[in-house]
Every structure is written in C-alpha cells, then in structure tokens.
C-alpha cells in the first residue's frame, strides 16, 4: 500500500522556538492530509492540501505542499505549550484507503 | 454535537472470548473506517466501508470483521481475539472518503487488552 516516511520522530523544543515536521512519499500524491492528536486524545483534523506548491496557514501554523507533490511540511512558529502532541499526516492510497505516517511526538518545555 | 462514538472506551478480555467495539456517527457520512494505533507503528487501518453493504480490507485485516448494515453504525468484531491485538482503536468517519476533500472525525478510542 501507499507509504510515507514522516520524520522526525521526535522533537524537543523550548517554548517560542519554531518546530517543523515532513512528510515524504516515493510516488506523487494526489493529496496530503495533516491530525494532531493530543496526549491520551484522538487525531484531530487540521487540514488538506491538493495542490502543487500550496501553503496554508492557520494562526501560527504553516503548512506547504512539495511543487513535485511528493512531500509535505507542517511549520509551528513561536510554540507555546498548547502545541504539545503528536502531529500525522496521512495520504491517500489505493482504493480509498489512507494511510498516516508515523507521526512527530512534540514536546514544549517552559 | 456531531460526533463518532465508540464503546467501550476500555475492554480486558481473555484470548478467544469474541468481543464487539461499537462506532456510531451522527453526521451522515458515507465513509468510515477502524484503525489501530500502536506506539511506533502510528496509526494502521483495519477496514474502510464507503457505504451501507460495502466493506474493504485496509492494511491490517487479518483477525477482524466488519459489517455496515446500517449508515450509522460500522461495528467492529474479533471473533478469537488474541493477544497481539491489544491496541488502542479508533474509528473514524467522513464525507466520500479520502478523496473527498473532507478530513476525517475520530472516536475517543478503544483501549483494548487481551490476556
């Protein structure tokens, strides 16, 4: 099935640093989906992208799809600890599927 | 509200006892999907429905059952659980799938535990 290689696993940043995920696939992407799950909550939905080259912000939140549409980023700027949790995006495969990535665990120290 | 519910919220069982998860909706979505999620792994689907009577395998089939008899209701079965299936489940439901353009709504989660 489609796959997609998310990285990092981890990050650790002191509140007001910037925090950025990617997601990178081997095969172009029709579209990119990004969740955020909360610690001991379910994936919320952020947002989609579909096409080449597009940014969407939401607040402090950027988020960029590859001009090839084979990777995508989610930029956090100034985290606070509200931002804390683990970031997915998932892809859509064959037959309807989709798929999520591994996930970025973020933790904001104080 | 518009939300996906699951029950239970928390299940121990013993191998081999069959058990069902309910997930219901209430947004009239024609899609809905279960998950897995086991750390390090992320998050792995089970099975997928596009609509009533129409159910197919995700990446992770193997030991569960689904039916969609009805728009709302997609429950989840495990006839002979084992213990390499307890996980923290999800369902998941939305407008026409991942192609749709619309992000899926989660269920709060089963943590399930077979001993």
């Known amino acids: 099935g489609q796959q997609v290689m998310q990285i990092p696993q981890y990050q650790h940043v002191q509140e007001g640093e910037d925090f950025t995920t990617y997601c990178n696939s081997s095969?172009?992407?029709?579209?990119i989906q990004w969740y955020k799950q909360r610690p001991g909550g379910h994936p919320v939905f952020l947002i989609q992208?579909?096409?080449?080259?597009e940014v969407k912000k939401q607040k402090r939140l950027t988020f960029q799809f590859g001009e090839a549409k084979k990777n995508s980023s989610l930029h956090i700027t100034a985290t606070q600890t509200t931002d804390v949790g683990t970031y997915f995006c998932?892809?859509?495969?064959?037959?309807?599927?989709?798929?999520f990535g591994t996930g970025t665990q973020l933790k904001v120290e104080l | 509200e518009a939300q996906v519910t699951q029950n239970p919220r928390y299940l121990i069982t013993v191998t081999g006892k069959k058990l069902t998860v309910t997930c219901s909706q209430n947004?009239?979505?024609?899609?809905m999907s279960w998950y897995r999620q086991d750390p390090g792994l992320g998050l792995r689907q089970i099975y997928y429905?596009?609509?009533?009577?129409?159910?197919d395998k995700g990446d992770v089939p193997e030991g569960y059952k689904v039916s969609r008899k009805e728009k709302r209701n997609f429950p989840l079965i495990l006839e002979s659980p084992s213990p390499n299936q307890t996980s923290l489940y999800f369902c998941?439901?939305?407008?026409?799938?991942?192609?749709?353009?619309?992000?899926?709504?989660f269920g709060s989660g089963t943590r399930l535990t077979v001993v």
């Open positions: 998941a439901s939305s407008f026409f799938g991942p192609q749709g353009g619309y992000g899926y709504t």
């Open positions: 095969t172009t992407l029709s579209n």
């Open positions: 992208l579909v096409k080449s080259g």
């Open positions: 998932a892809v859509t495969g064959g037959g309807n599927k989709l798929t």
């Open positions: 947004m009239n979505h024609e899609y």
């Open positions: 429905s596009m609509n009533v009577e129409v159910t």
